[in-house]
C-alpha cells in the first residue's frame, strides 16, 4: 500500500477525498509533501491508513474529533489515565443516551398501545406528535 493517492487512502479507509482533506485541515492526519514525480501527488502509506482507520473506529465508538484529536495525541505519550477517563466519560454519555432511547421507546410502544385499543376518535400518536409541534 506504500505510495497511495489521496483517492486510494480514502477508498481503503472508507471515505470520500474531502473527508480526507478535512482530517488534514483539523490536523489529524498528516499532509505528506508533494513528490518529485507525477506532477507532485501527495503519496500515503500503511501508516496513514492505520491513522484513519483508528479516526473512523473511534467515530464510530461516538467519540467527537476534538476528543479523537486527544486520543491520538496520548497514543503518543502513552498516558492511559487520561485515555481511560474519555473512554469512561463517553461510556457516560452512551449511557444517558440509551437511557433516552428507552425512555422514548417506551413512550411510542404507549401510543401505539393506545392507538391499537380504540378505532374511534383522533389517533392518539398523531394528537401526540402534533401536541409536541404547538410547544
Do not use: H, N
Not at 31 to 55: A, K, M, N, S
Not at 74 to 91: G, P, Q, S, V
Amino acid at each position: 500500500m506504500a505510495g497511495m493517492t489521496i483517492g486510494k487512502l480514502a477508498a481503503a479507509g472508507g471515505v470520500g477525498v474531502e473527508t480526507i482533506r478535512y482530517y488534514q485541515r483539523r490536523g489529524l492526519l498528516e499532509e505528506p509533501p508533494r513528490d518529485g514525480f507525477y506532477g507532485g501527488v501527495r503519496r500515503y502509506d500503511t501508516t496513514d491508513v492505520q491513522r484513519l482507520r483508528f479516526i473512523r473506529a473511534a467515530q464510530g465508538a461516538g467519540f467527537t474529533l476534538d476528543q479523537i484529536a486527544e486520543l491520538l495525541e496520548l497514543d503518543a505519550t502513552d498516558d492511559r489515565a487520561r485515555a481511560r477517563a474519555l473512554a469512561t466519560e463517553r461510556i457516560a454519555a452512551l449511557d444517558a443516551k440509551i437511557a433516552e432511547m428507552q425512555e422514548a421507546r417506551a413512550a411510542l410502544s404507549r401510543l401505539a398501545r393506545d392507538c391499537a385499543s380504540s378505532e374511534a376518535g383522533p389517533c392518539p400518536i398523531l394528537r401526540a406528535f402534533e401536541a409536541g409541534r404547538q410547544s
